[in-house]
């Protein structure tokens, strides 16, 4: 089986029709065998359940979705989960375990890249606050310049923190990582240190927080009552969790605190708030 996800910088991409690539996983035997990320090159609503069908694709997870662009996915044979959120690598996990909710249906409602965008229906543009993005695919503007800004790159990489532990490795996976140079897949001072390499150059950089995931959003903590929420009391703080927003929208949370009355969860990135370093090798650019 062939699973599409929409996909930008390790997350499912919220609106179909502007996603910037596509994650292909291909799962054998309820386990993903390969993945690869497929750039989509500016290609817009109506031509991309096409791409996907080229691709063989049999299941479409994506966030933001139009009623012109379920039909045209149910008209290609794609199933199609609508709504989803998070890290890509999880949604996929949900789909082999049976536990992410199927929503086959136009459910394009929500705002998206932290710009304000709306999302509206078929052929309509796309107005970002400077006005400049139009006509169905909106693609992020790169904030730098270099030899390798709009080209498909492949790099190795393994990132640390700041006490030398590991926390990730393509040389481990034995694959390197693919992705578009300055279209916003990759975290900020990843994908700028990246964008003036040559084939075969080897860097190593530190990120402060502001330049990887950010600094924790206290917005991002959810109180609730552990009375309102089934099952919540069988949990523990440290216990990664899916819930589901009023939309149905499933998204990745960790519980950060509990009481005998109340639970907390924190909705941030796991990376929030954290300098991280890569060592990375510019393995190819297309």
């Known amino acids: 089986m062939r699973v599409a996800v929409t996909y ?8 179909f029709g502007r996603t910037p ?8 035997d309820g386990k993903v065998v390969s993945s690869e990320v497929l750039p989509t090159n500016g290609t817009g609503h109506g031509a991309l359940a096409g791409f996907l069908q080229n691709g063989s694709i049999d299941v479409l997870i994506c966030g933001g979705i139009g009623g012109g662009a379920v039909n045209a996915i149910n008209g290609a044979g794609i199933k199609l989960y609508a709504g989803a959120s998070g890290n890509t690598d999880d949604v996929i996990q949900m789909l082999i375990d049976g536990t992410l909710p199927e929503i086959g249906e136009a459910n394009c409602d929500h705002h998206h890249h932290g710009e304000g965008h709306d999302c509206h229906s078929e052929g309509e543009g796309c107005h970002g606050e400077d006005g400049g993005c ?29 006490d030398g532990s590991q926390f990730d490795s393509s040389y481990d996976r034995g694959q390197p990582l693919e992705f578009i140079c300055g279209a916003g897949q990759m975290i900020k ?3 700028k240190a990246v964008a003036d390499m040559e084939v075969g150059q080897v860097i190593d950089v530190h990120l402060m927080p502001e330049e990887a995931y950010g600094m924790p959003d206290p917005n ?4 609730l009552n552990i009375a309102q929420l089934a099952g ?16 149905g929208h499933p998204f990745r949370v960790v519980v950060a605190e509990k009481t005998e ?12 708030g954290k300098e991280l370093n890569f060592r990375i090798e510019l393995v190819e650019v297309k």
């Open 134 to 162: 139009h006509g169905g695919s909106c693609a992020p503007q790169p904030e730098f310049t270099g030899r390798n800004v709009g080209k498909t790159c492949r790099v190795h990489y393994r990132g640390t923190f700041d």
């Open 21 to 28: 690539a596509f994650k292909v996983y291909e799962i054998e």
């Open 189 to 191: 001072g990843f994908d």
């Open 8 to 15: 930008e910088n390790g997350n499912v991409f919220p609106h």
């Open 220 to 223: 991002a903590m959810i109180k």
């Open 261 to 272: 009355e109340t639970i907390t969860f924190d909705a941030n990135h796991e990376m929030a």
């Open 232 to 247: 919540s009391e069988e949990l523990e703080v440290g216990q990664h969790v899916v819930l589901t927003n009023s939309m």
